[in-house]
């Protein structure tokens, strides 16, 4: 029962990281404009076009916070990654259409 309880621990701090680093952004031209996002800053994408719309977004937005966006993929990566969430290739598309990997 204690290893239980210290993964559900585990599980909700880094829940609770991740969603500081994303609700938590620096303010850009894009991302914190309401014009570009619709007054969203990040969203889940619910099919290929909006993925296509946050990739369009993050590429711009990295020209500003490159740093940021690097810590945030990574962590964003290694979360679903680590708990097994499925969804890693939606991830792996972004990356590689805004290209803030490299």
């Known amino acids: 029962m204690r290893p239980l309880v210290g993964l559900l621990l585990v599980f909700i701090r880094c829940t609770?990281?991740?969603?500081?680093?994303?609700?938590?952004?620096?303010r850009g031209r894009t991302l914190g404009s309401d014009q570009e996002t619709g007054g969203r800053s990040l969203w889940f994408p619910s099919d290929l076009a909006e993925l296509r719309e946050?990739?369009?977004?993050?590429?711009?937005?990295?020209?500003?916070?490159?740093?940021?966006?690097?810590l945030l993929f990574c962590s964003a990566y290694l979360y679903k990654q680590g708990f097994a969430i499925p969804g890693s290739s939606f991830l792996k598309i972004l990356a590689a259409g805004s290209s803030f990997i490299l």
């Open 54 to 70: 946050l990739s369009e977004v993050l590429r711009e937005y990295r020209k500003e916070h490159q740093a940021y966006m690097f």
């Open 16 to 26: 609770f990281a991740l969603y500081l680093l994303s609700t938590q952004l620096p």
